[in-house]
């Protein structure tokens, strides 16, 4: 297959890219610059004629897209910006795939949900509470309507190392432990941590697959982002005294955080048969990964 993965410097994109390039011909969709070891194509999701350039250019089989506006506060207050590249982009992207006969994997995200109720279904009801969420979920409906036949797949966030240059949550976590600085965890926040190898296996089985319509994607087991913190610092011999406890109250935000958005991962399991790496192992790799 020829697979097009937009957002490919970003956290997920890249990885997913990495993951499929042995299998297929896989391309690189970044917005300037290429991705070492992958054939690349500049693509702005912002520029109509530059997404019809690049799809024509590239014929993918399939796009897996991961291009998006991600920082939940940024978008809280860069709005217009936000739909312009979450929706606007996405919708651009969909009517070149409908042309041009590809099929789509739009990666979403757990966000959807209003966090009050935990271990997320497909067939629960989605209530945003950030603008990231909403234009995410706006993404999602522009998606199945263009492309019925696409698959939406929601992962849970994401831990490794990922991007160009590497960025996201684990990054973040092991560059101030390893500076010696303090970190405040949420202990009343709960997500589906997900390691960002496996997301991007499960993304790939959905993309080589048949399926279509919604899919959640998360190791189907939760923990707060406190616990989570504490394992990754054990694992990683890094001084876990530095992880404060702290409640979601005590820390400001200009986006609107959920209590629980962790997602059940059945549905995923019946459809493709993935099997989520044991989270003590995914600690030993995500080890690896920066020492
Ligand atoms: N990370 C998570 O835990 C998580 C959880 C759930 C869902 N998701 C979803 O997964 C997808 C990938 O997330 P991520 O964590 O990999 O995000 P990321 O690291 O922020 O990567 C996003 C990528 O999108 C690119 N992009 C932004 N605007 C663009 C534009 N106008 N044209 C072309 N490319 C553009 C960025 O390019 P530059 O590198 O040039 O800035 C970046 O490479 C997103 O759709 C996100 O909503 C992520």
């Known amino acids: 297959m020829r697979v097009l993965v937009t957002g490919s410097a970003g956290q997920i994109g890249w990885r997913i890219a990495r993951h499929l390039k042995d299998r297929h011909h896989v391309i690189a969709a970044v917005r300037t610059g290429n991705i070492e070891g992958v054939e690349s ?36 207050k860069e709005r217009d910006a936000c739909w312009h590249v979450n929706v606007e982009g996405t919708r651009a992207l969909a009517e070149e795939c409908k042309t041009d006969g590809a099929r789509m994997v739009y990666v979403s995200t757990d966000l959807v949900f209003d966090g009050e109720k935990g271990n997320y279904a497909e067939e629960d009801a989605p209530n945003p509470l950030s603008h990231y969420a909403k234009s995410k979920l706006a993404g999602e409906r522009v998606v199945a309507e263009i492309l019925p036949d696409a698959v939406i797949a929601r992962t849970a966030i994401v831990y490794g190392k990922g991007g160009v240059p590497p960025r996201g949550f684990a990054v973040w976590l092991v ?30 089985l959905l993309t080589e697959g048949k399926q279509n319509g919604l899919f959640h994607l998360s190791p189907g087991w939760r923990q707060s982002r406190h616990e989570f913190g504490l394992a990754v610092a054990r694992a990683m011999g890094l001084d876990e005294r530095l992880i404060e406890a702290v409640s979601m109250k005590d820390v400001p935000s200009d986006a609107p955080r959920p209590k629980d958005c962790s997602l059940a991962n059945g549905k995923l399991v ?16 995500l080890k690896r990964e920066f020492f």
Do not use: N
């Open 41 to 76: 194509v500049e693509m702005d999701i912002t520029q109509p004629f530059s997404i019809r350039l690049a799809v024509d250019r590239t014929m993918p089989d399939a796009v897996v897209h991961c291009a998006a506006m991600t920082s939940a506060d940024e978008c809280e």
């Open 270 to 285: 019946r459809a493709t048969g993935f099997t989520p790496t044991p989270f003590a192992d995914t600690l030993k790799m």
């Open 175 to 204: 560059d101030a432990l390893r500076a010696g600085k303090k970190v405040p965890l949420f202990t009343d926040q709960f997500r589906s941590h997900f390691y960002l190898e496996d997301c991007a296996r499960a993304v790939g």
